[in-house]
């Protein structure tokens, strides 16, 4: 059955409202009409059964008529990420979205190639994450924040999280190490630097504000590739690739 996202505002009681671009798709291409019924969720864990009571050209109503099972993350993590050149960001947002990462936050860096992200550009990789998260039944929609500097980024990452930055320097302590010596932290930031890599300077500001560093192995990566073997290796830390029961 598909799985739609429904925006929280757009659930009240027992009824939901569908707009947008998914009113096209549900009306025209899959053929949707009233009384059929719909999987939809509200991208905070909680998935929902609708019937179609209604079908317009502008939107599509509905009532709820059963509750699915709540399905939150075991541990939340925030990915801070530079931003490549090209299309390849987008191609790291779809993949983070399926993996169940909770926000990602496009960085700025001193080598930083990209040095500006636009608002359409913002707004296509919500998209994706929306896309992702219907296409691959999670009940989560990864969140995309507005672009940060690190400088700003490393002083205002909270504090009663787990903050950890890969670096190349570092050759010691694992991602999976530093996790089990803090074990009561259930939200984890992940600092992932540019092509270039972090400076110094940038490296020393972010141990100054208490964020660990920690090393991904002895091979060079691209940038979105350590964005989301940092991840895997996070949520792997917590269990998130266990069977979950039934």
């Not at 983070?96 to 080598?111: D, M, N, Q, Y």
């Not at 219907?134 to 999280?161: L, N, S, W, Y």
């Amino acid at each position: 059955m598909p799985h739609f996202f429904v925006p929280p505002s757009q659930i009240q009681n027992d009824r939901f409202t569908i707009k947008g671009e998914d009113v096209h798709y549900l009306a025209n291409v899959r053929r949707y009409k009233a009384g059929d019924k719909i999987k939809i969720f509200d991208g905070r864990g909680k998935t929902m059964l609708g019937q179609i009571e209604h079908v317009s050209k502008d939107e599509i109503k509905g009532r709820i008529v059963g509750m699915g099972q709540a399905h939150d993350n075991r541990v939340l993590v925030t990915l801070y990420q530079a931003v490549p050149k090209g299309g390849r960001f987008d191609w790291l947002v779809e993949k983070s979205a399926e993996l169940g990462v909770s926000r990602i936050v496009p960085l700025i860096t001193e080598r930083s190639e990209v040095r500006a992200v636009s608002g359409p550009k913002l707004e296509r990789w919500r998209r994706l994450a929306k896309a992702a998260a219907q296409q691959c039944g999670r009940p989560q929609v990864t969140q995309i924040e507005e672009p940060q500097k690190m400088h700003d980024a490393v002083k205002f990452v909270p504090k009663d999280a787990l903050n950890l930055i890969p670096w190349e320097s570092e050759n010691n302590k694992t991602i999976k190490e530093i996790i089990l010596q803090n074990a009561s932290f259930m939200h984890i930031n992940v600092f992932i630097g540019p092509e270039g890599g972090f400076s110094v300077r940038e490296v020393e500001s972010a141990q100054k504000n208490g964020i660990l560093p920690v090393t991904l192995g002895d091979n060079i990566l691209r940038v979105e590739t350590a964005g989301l073997l940092s991840v895997v290796l996070i949520l792997n830390s917590f269990g998130e690739y266990d069977k979950h029961p039934s």
